[in-house]
């Protein structure tokens, strides 16, 4: 009696455990980065002050970078990353800011080959699940001119705290940036130049994170598609607009990184 009692405690502590920790991090902690990921973090780390300065003294008039986004703040990846983090693809930094005002990092940057994972809205002040509805999202549902209070609530504008995150067994899959190992990083992120500690803590970070996020058309098309809008609480008309997004469909037209599409070309 005794000692089942006791093998049950110590079960469930252990997967207390595990539980409190994002499939993230618990990836992490079975990864040893390979000597090319190494070497190539020793190169990052090496240019990363570099980076950081000239994005301030190289800001064309007309594309000025924008404001720092508060919303990233509890994401682990600001911990080193600008809020928002894309600058090197001119064509697409700017989409892929606006995404990350409503989908999370590791939406479009973890994720690991054969492994279910499903996606729900999160409050990422607290982490808590957020109940899926149409009025999560930006695109707008199909409006009664007349109804004034619906129009209204449309151009509300969005809490871009709530975003669109990976979950594995009902548990979010992302670190929070008041982690322990977050605060650890943070430390070994601060020592002076590229201590051999900080090369493998970023070398270590991004080994499971994919270089490029996926393609538009991984989220929207209507079949197979990344996202279950649906579950996320798109409507039928919210989600057809997404899947059918003339925008995406223009970027669907590059094949190369460095082509370029004119306006009539889409006509041919
Ligand atoms: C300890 C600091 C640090 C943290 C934390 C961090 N990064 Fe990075 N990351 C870097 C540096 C430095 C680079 C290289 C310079 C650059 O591309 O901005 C980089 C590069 C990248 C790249 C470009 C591809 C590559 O591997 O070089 C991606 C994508 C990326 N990070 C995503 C993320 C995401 C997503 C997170 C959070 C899960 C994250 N990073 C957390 C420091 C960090
Ligand atoms: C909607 C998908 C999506 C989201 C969300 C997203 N990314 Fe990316 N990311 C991409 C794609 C696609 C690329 C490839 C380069 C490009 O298209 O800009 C990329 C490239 C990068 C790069 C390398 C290129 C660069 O501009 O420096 C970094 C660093 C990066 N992402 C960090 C992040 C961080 C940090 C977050 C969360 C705050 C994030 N990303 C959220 C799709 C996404
Ligand atoms: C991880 C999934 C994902 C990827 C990848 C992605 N998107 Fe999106 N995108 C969304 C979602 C979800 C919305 C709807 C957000 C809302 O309505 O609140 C959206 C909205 C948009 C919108 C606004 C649509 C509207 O009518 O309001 C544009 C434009 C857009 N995406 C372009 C792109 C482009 C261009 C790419 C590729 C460079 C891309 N997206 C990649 C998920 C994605």
């Known amino acids: 009696m005794y000692s089942r009692a006791l093998v049950f405690m110590i079960l469930s502590s252990f997967s207390a455990l595990l539980a409190a920790e994002g499939l993230y991090l618990q990836t992490l902690k079975q990864t040893e980065p390979t000597e090319e990921q190494l070497q190539k973090s020793l190169k990052t780390v090496d240019e990363y002050k570099k980076i950081e300065r000239r994005g301030e003294l190289e800001v064309p008039p007309f594309h000025k970078r924008t404001a720092e986004d508060d919303s990233l703040g509890n994401s682990f990846c600001t911990t080193c990353h600008l809020s928002p983090p894309h600058t ?3 064509r697409s930094r700017t989409f892929m800011n606006m995404h990350t005002q409503y989908i999370a990092c590791e939406t479009c940057h ?3 080959e054969n492994v279910p994972l499903n996606y729900q809205w999160q409050d990422t ?3 808590s699940v957020v109940a899926a509805s149409t009025g999560l999202f930006r695109q707008t549902i199909k409006l ?3 109804d004034k209070a619906a129009i209204l609530a449309a151009e509300k504008p969005k809490n871009t705290f709530l975003k669109i995150t990976p979950y594995y067994q009902q548990q979010a899959v992302n670190l929070r940036k008041d982690s322990e190992f977050s605060k650890q ?6 020592q002076a130049k590229k201590t051999p500690e900080k090369v493998e803590r970023r070398a270590l970070i991004h080994a499971p994170l994919t270089e490029k996020g996926p393609n538009c058309q991984a989220c929207h098309i209507d079949k197979e598609a990344l996202l279950d809008l649906a579950i996320l ?8 607009k997404i899947q059918n997004n003339i925008v995406t469909q223009f970027f669907g037209r590059y094949k190369e990184e460095d082509q370029k599409i004119r306006i009539i070309d889409l006509l041919k």
């Open 185 to 190: 990083t943070k430390a070994i992120w601060q």
């Open 110 to 112: 973890f994720r690991p």
């Open 88 to 90: 090197k693809s001119v």
């Open 233 to 240: 609480g798109a409507d039928k008309y919210q989600a057809a």
């Open 125 to 127: 002040r607290d982490g």
């Open 144 to 146: 009664d001119k007349k």
